[in-house]
C-alpha cells in the first residue's frame, strides 16, 4: 500500500545549529501537508503545499515540495528550545479520501 | 469556537469491555476522521467520514465502530477492548476531502486509552 516515510526518526541539536526532516512518498501526491505536535500535545498543522518545486517559508521553518511531488522536506535555521516536538508530514492517498502520515521526526534542542 | 472536543481525556478498561470515544466540532467541517498514534509509528487512520451519514475505513478498522449522524459528531465506538488498543486517540476534521484540502485538519487534544 501506498507509504509515506520520514528520516530521521530522531535528531538531537544545540540550540542555534539547522535542523532537516526529509519526507518520502512512495506515490505522487496531490498535496502534502507538515504538522507540529509538541511532547503530550496534539497535532497543529504548519503549512500546506501544493505545486511542483513549491517553497514556502514561515519565519526560520522552510518548506520545500519535490519536482516529481513525491518528497518534501522542513528545514529549520538556527533552532530555538520552542522548536522541540515531533514533525510529521502527510499526504492525501491515490483515492483521496484518506490521509497517511509519515512516522515523524522527533526534534531535541539542548540549550 | 471550542474547535475539535475530544472526551475524555484519560482512560483505563479492562480487557473485553466497550466503551466509546467521543468528538465534537464546532466549525461545519464536512470531513471528520479517527487517527491512533503509537510511538515511532506516526498517525495511523482508524475510521472518517466524508460528511454526515457517509463513514468508511482507514487502514486500521478492525475493533472499532463509528456512525455521524449528525455534522458535528463523530464517536468511535471499541466493541471489545483489547491490550493491543492501548493508544492515544486523535479525532480531526476539516472542510474539504485529503486531496482539495486547504488549511489542514484541525486536531484534538486526544484521549490516552490504556487497556489491562
Known amino acids: 500500500g501506498q507509504q509515506v516515510m520520514q528520516i530521521p526518526q530522531y535528531q538531537h541539536v544545540q540550540e542555534g545549529e539547522d535542523f532537516t526532516t526529509y519526507c518520502n512518498s512512495s506515490t505522487t501526491l496531490s498535496n502534502i501537508q507538515w504538522y507540529k505536535q509538541r511532547p503530550g500535545g496534539h497535532p497543529v498543522f504548519l503549512i500546506q503545499?501544493?505545486?511542483?518545486?513549491e517553497v514556502k517559508k514561515q519565519k526560520r521553518l522552510t518548506f520545500q515540495f519535490g519536482e516529481a511531488k513525491k518528497n518534501s522536506s522542513l528545514h529549520i535555521t538556527a533552532t530555538q528550545t520552542t522548536d522541540v516536538g515531533t514533525y510529521f508530514c502527510a499526504g492525501p492517498n491515490t483515492g483521496g479520501f484518506k490521509t497517511i502520515f509519515g512516522a515523524g521526526t522527533r526534534l531535541f534542542v539542548k540549550a | 469556537n471550542a474547535g475539535v472536543t475530544q472526551t475524555p481525556k484519560f482512560q483505563v478498561l479492562k480487557t473485553g469491555q466497550s466503551m466509546t470515544l467521543q468528538c465534537a466540532q464546532d466549525?461545519?467541517?464536512?470531513?471528520m476522521s479517527w487517527y491512533r498514534q503509537d510511538p515511532g509509528m506516526g498517525l495511523r487512520l482508524i475510521h472518517y467520514s466524508v460528511g454526515a451519514g457517509i463513514t468508511d475505513q482507514g487502514e486500521v478498522p478492525n475493533g472499532y465502530n463509528v456512525s455521524r449522524s449528525t455534522t458535528e459528531d463523530f464517536p468511535l465506538r471499541l466493541l471489545s477492548a483489547a491490550p493491543s488498543q492501548t493508544s492515544v486517540y486523535f479525532c480531526?476534521?476539516?472542510?474539504?476531502?485529503?486531496?482539495?484540502?486547504?488549511?489542514?485538519?484541525?486536531f484534538g487534544s486526544g484521549t490516552r486509552l490504556t487497556v489491562v
Open positions: 466549525m461545519n467541517h464536512e470531513y
Open positions: 503545499l501544493v505545486k511542483s518545486g
Open positions: 480531526a476534521s476539516s472542510y474539504d476531502n485529503p486531496r482539495t484540502l486547504l488549511d489542514g485538519y484541525t
